[in-house]
Structures are given as C-alpha cells and as structure tokens.
C-alpha cells in the first residue's frame, strides 16, 4: 500500500510538472507573438518616418505610352493615366530627381530629397517621345528612357512594324538626348529576349567564363553604338535588367565597366544612403490595370498614398 501512495504521488508530481511546463511555454508563445506584432508595428512606424528621412527612393516603371482612349494594360498606360500620375506626383509634393542627380548626390555624401522619385521608361518605345516627353516638359520632370541596340530595327523608317510597337532608332535615341527632361540608360544589345536565354540569365550549363563574354560583350557593343549615335548624357552609369534578370556575375561585369547604378524589376522601395545602394535598386510597375498611382503605393502602408 505504502509503494501505491508512493507511485500515485509520483505520478501525480510528473502530471504537475508537465502541466507547469505546458503554461510556461504558452507564456513564452505569448510573449514570442507580442513581441513580433511590436516589430512590425514598429517597422512600420520606422518605414513611415523613413519616407522623408533623405534616404528613400521610390522608381516608378513604366513601359509603353498610348494616345488618350486606346485600351491599356499591365506595361501599356494611356497618355491621360499618365498625366494624372504625374499631377499625383506634384500635388501631393513629391521630389521628382534623376538619375544623374542621384548618383551625384550618394557619391558626395549628400541627402536625397524628400519624398525622392525616379522615373523610368523601359524598351525604348517611340511613343515615349511622342505623349510622355510633352508631359515631363509640362510638368518639368526628367525621365530615365532605356533602350535595346536592336530594338532600333523596329524604328519607324522599317515597313514591317508599326501601331504601339514601334521603337526607337538610333537617331531618334541622340534626338531624345538632347532634351533636358530626358536621360538615356542601358537595357542590353541583343539580351531583351525570352529565348534562347530570358533577359541577362546565364544558360543551363553555360560556363561563367562564357557567361561573362558574352555580358560583357553585348553591354559594351550597346555603349560604343551610343556612343557612335553620338547620344548625349551618362547612359554610361546606368543599366535597366532586360526582365528584371541579373545575377552576381552580371552586377561584377558592370561595376567594372564603371557603371553605378542597376534597376531591376523587384517591387518595392529603397532606401539608399551609400554607393552601393545604387545597385539592384526595387521598381513600382506602373499597372495601367490598376485606377491611379494611388493604387500602386496603397501596398506599401499608405508610405505615399498619404502625401505626407
């Protein structure tokens, strides 16, 4: 009888102890779980106050510009949606500053300006020119306007293209450059592709070795094309992933080749306060399926949408 008692309360003293070690976890859950809502409580409070900290960058992307009416899409935006985009932007106060500025501002050490936005038209379309150029001399911003050397086919001087898809020659690009709201950059030779390679990617059992080559290559054919159209500005610093597709490999190839500052397709907004922030920098896609610019910052904690 005596061994039963014995083993009843030992049973009874493990059942304690597991109960105890039971509610001391729960506890430590709690705790675990109030002190993540804190963190992102806090990291909003910290993204919020960032907004103006003379850091933040915001880049907006933008594709093809189409006449007032036309349908639009995920990369097509009309020219009134454009319009209404950049009167967003200015009423509610925003720093529109360009690339060149920003990469002389971080490399003296200086403080970007409030509310900072860059923004940027991939592929080179000719109707950039045509309804956006009117628009950044209306409202006095400067764009950052990417192109493909071999886009330049598809000019306007060639009868087989035309409609929304016609693109940029070589003259046209010198032409755009010599405008003061406008700068040029780089989006590859030949790389814009989804075959046999998508964008910049590295082939499936293609060396580093001949990766490199051919990067390297084709970045430098673009450079000395533009250089021979005799374009104007410093398209030289400034590379736009076909994509958004880059890898180690590529960003070492263009940091050597001088250039300071790549855009990738990644959604999101940056915060850049040295050099090396330059690269791989975030974009908000500008989705003309989405009603206003609004729409497109409303993700991000009201960051812009607020105006304040």
Request: glycine share 6%; proline share 2%.
């Amino acid at each position: 009888m005596e061994r039963f008692y014995r083993l009843r309360t030992k049973a009874v003293l493990i059942c304690f102890l597991i109960f105890l070690s039971a509610v001391t976890a729960a506890a430590a859950l709690r705790e675990v779980t109030d002190a993540a809502s804190f963190v992102q409580v806090d990291a909003k409070v910290q993204t919020k106050e960032c907004f103006s900290d003379g850091s933040t960058l915001i880049v907006l992307m933008y594709h093809n510009v189409l006449k007032e009416g036309k349908k639009q899409s995920t990369y097509c935006i009309g020219e009134d949606a454009l319009k209404k985009d950049f009167e967003y932007l200015r009423k509610n106060k925003f720093n529109i500053i360009s690339c060149a500025e920003v990469i002389d501002r971080v490399y003296a050490g200086k403080s970007l300006p409030d509310k900072a936005v860059m923004i940027t038209f991939d592929d080179g379309y000719l109707n950039n020119v045509k309804y956006a150029l009117p628009l950044l001399k209306e409202y006095g911003y400067t764009a950052l306007f990417s192109v493909v050397g071999d886009y330049t086919l598809l000019d306007k001087n060639n009868p087989k293209v035309g409609g929304d898809f016609v693109y940029l020659g070589w003259n046209d690009i010198r032409q755009a450059s010599q405008s003061k709201n406008i700068e040029i950059g780089l989006h590859s030779y030949s790389m814009h592709n989804l075959r046999p390679r998508l964008g910049v990617a590295q082939l499936k059992g293609e060396s580093d070795k001949e990766y490199s080559r051919v990067f390297a290559d084709d970045t430098d054919k673009l450079i000395k094309s533009l250089y021979n159209a005799e374009v104007q500005g410093r398209f030289y610093e400034i590379y736009a992933y076909p994509y958004g597709k880059y890898n180690s490999i590529s960003e070492r190839i263009l940091k050597e080749k001088g250039i300071k500052m790549t855009l990738t397709c990644n959604e999101g907004i940056n915060s850049v306060s040295s050099p090396e922030d330059l690269y791989l920098l975030k974009r908000l896609n500008r989705d003309a399926t989405k009603e206003s610019l609004e729409d497109i910052f409303a993700p991000y904690d009201k960051l812009a949408a607020s105006g304040k």
